[in-house]
């Protein structure tokens, strides 16, 4: 009994913190399942927050249209929006990385982190192999005969800079770090849009601090 108790220990144990996945990424099977709920609230704090700033930008640059009267998805409205305001979100340097963010986060919402030809963005996620190639990989794990994204802590963390970053270029975008006088030199509604594009910048990146932070407390 108490060898068959040993045996399920370390069934256990290397279940948890043991590479459970083919090739050469180690990643452990807990650590992946953690990764995978880590990057879609990345991605939930990033959209929301794009959208809040759509609202000001509407208040702070006097827009006569909303956001949703344009064509194509969330993102891709919102950066057409902003260029109403001669805002280019495309141009920000974590632009790229926070695009690839959101092919990794659709593989995990809508096809379960499998790799197949289901999956619409089959090739956009291979080709994500070689540039995150120390943090994210694509293959089978053990008992499997599936494809699935293999996704380490540091890739999440990559993340969350690439979103701080990211606010903190929009920010500079709006012209809300600029100096400025109150009073007759500008509104008091573009006094508050700037206020409140700080607080919400504030209040992204500090969510995402708390959920990556949680995660990691339970490991």
Request: with cysteine; glycine share 2%; proline share 1%.
């Amino acid at each position: 009994a108490e060898r068959h108790e040993l045996k399920v220990d370390k069934e256990l144990f290397e279940l948890k913190y043991v590479n459970n996945f083919q090739g050469d990424l180690k990643c452990s099977q807990i650590e992946n399942t953690a990764s995978y709920s880590i990057i879609p609230s990345c991605y939930m704090i990033y959209e929301t927050n794009l959208v809040e700033f759509a609202k000001i930008a509407r208040n702070y640059f006097s827009l006569n249209l909303k956001y949703s009267d344009l064509s194509g998805g969330k993102i891709e409205r919102i950066k057409k929006y902003l260029k109403l305001a001669d805002i280019n979100i495309s141009k920000i340097k974590s632009w790229n990385s926070l695009i690839d963010l959101e092919v990794i986060r659709d593989c995990i919402i809508h096809n379960e982190g499998k790799v197949n030809i289901t999956f619409k963005k089959i090739n956009s996620l291979e080709s994500l192999k070689s540039k995150y190639s120390k943090h994210f990989s694509i293959n089978k794990p053990l008992h499997e005969n599936e494809k699935y994204l293999i996704i380490k802590f540091s890739m999440c963390e990559s993340f969350l800079n690439h979103l701080q970053s990211f606010f903190d270029d929009l920010i500079e975008l709006f012209g809300l770090n600029k100096d400025f006088l109150a009073g007759a030199d500008v509104s008091e509604q573009k006094l508050k849009e700037r206020v409140r594009a700080k607080e919400e910048y504030e209040k992204a990146v500090m969510k995402a601090r708390e959920i990556y932070d949680r995660r990691m407390k339970f490991l």
